[in-house]
């Protein structure tokens, strides 16, 4: 059986997979059947053409599902993965390998021109709020022009579209259509008195994720460290949820699409978990053992990361 160290140096990781694959005498449609990944994206894979990916989340879990099936270690290929396209998400069991790196040098050290970084960050914000306006406008002429059903049957097509393949999809729930509500500045006034009661820990939040949120509870209810968190979908867009049991792991412990307002994710469990959600829109409301509770921004991207533990986001 060909192992990583059988691996040539020039060789893209793509081809080398395409290799371990054969001289296990597995085609691509065998592969597909055991991974439950497309055979197009695996040929994109065997291709190398990750330009094919716009989230390097599902090109990371496609290649630990092909690496537990085709008996490799799914660290090192994800190691050779980020150095052939130059990513810069770190392995970080990798990091004691690194050796000889330089010092820097006076050059480097010497200060520069704030003229050009300022220049940069000027660009940036005209280009993010260009693509933010950008972004808007497309949802809205796509959900005029394409209403999501009131229900979706779990092997519709339409339900995997820009899903990522391989991925668990979520079993339709029976989630009643609540009425939509707008949050009135009466309702606001009426929180913000509230919270002069409240424990000086206690803050009251006001909802912007979804059209049918109102004012959510916000006290963490504790469960001697259990959580159970639900995610129920806004009908607004397409995105996926991936939950670990820590942000260093590589695989998921439960992944989901959430594509409907009839699609919910729900998972219980002990001890911290580490959510990521590829497109916070799509998510109209997340409980936290039973408490509604808003979803942190995003920092970086639409992709947004937190921990939970015992009905509470970790800071």
């Known amino acids: 059986m060909i192992q990583l160290d059988d691996k040539n140096p020039n060789e893209r990781l793509g081809a080398f997979l395409a290799r371990v694959r054969e001289s296990q005498g597995l085609s691509v449609e065998d592969l597909s059947l055991k991974t ?25 879990s496609y290649l630990n599902s092909l690496s537990a099936k ?3 270690d799914s660290k090192a290929v994800l190691k050779i993965y980020s150095d052939e396209t130059g990513s810069n998400y770190a392995v970080r069991d990798m990091e004691p390998l690194m050796r000889n790196i330089a010092p820097i040098t006076e050059e480097e050290k010497a200060p520069r ?11 940036a914000v005209l280009l993010f709020v260009g693509l933010h306006f950008m972004t808007k406008f497309e949802a809205s002429s ?20 820009d899903m990522p393949e391989g991925a ?4 339709l729930d029976s989630i009643k259509e609540e009425k939509s509500e707008r949050v009135t500045q009466a309702v606001v006034d009426k929180a913000m008195k509230k919270s002069e009661n409240l424990p000086a820990s206690a803050t009251i939040f006001i909802s912007a994720s979804s059209k049918k949120d109102s004012v959510p509870a916000t006290v963490p209810v504790s469960d001697n460290g259990r ?15 991936g939950i670990k049991r820590d942000e260093d792991d590589d695989e998921f412990v439960k992944e989901a699409n959430i594509a409907t307002v009839d699609n919910k994710l729900v998972y219980t469990s002990t001890g911290t978990l580490y959510i ?3 497109e916070p829109r799509a998510i109209g409301k997340m409980y936290l053992n039973g408490v509604e509770t808003p979803i942190p921004e995003s920092k970086f991207g639409r992709v947004v990361r937190f921990s939970v533990y015992d009905g509470r986001v970790l800071q």
């Open 168 to 171: 668990e999809v979520v079993p």
């Open 70 to 72: 085709l008996g490799l």
């Open 36 to 60: 439950k990944i497309s055979v197009s994206i695996l040929q994109k894979i065997e291709a190398s053409d990750w330009k094919a990916f716009p989230v390097e989340a599902y090109v990371r």
């Open 227 to 241: 959580t159970k968190i639900e995610l129920v979908g806004s009908g607004e867009m397409r995105s996926w949820v």
């Open 276 to 278: 990521v959600i590829g």
């Open 113 to 123: 021109s704030k003229a050009v970084p300022i220049a940069i960050a000027i660009l």
């Open 142 to 161: 796509e959900a005029k022009a394409n209403p999501p059903a009131a229900v979706v049957s779990e092997e519709t097509p339409e339900m995997n579209q």
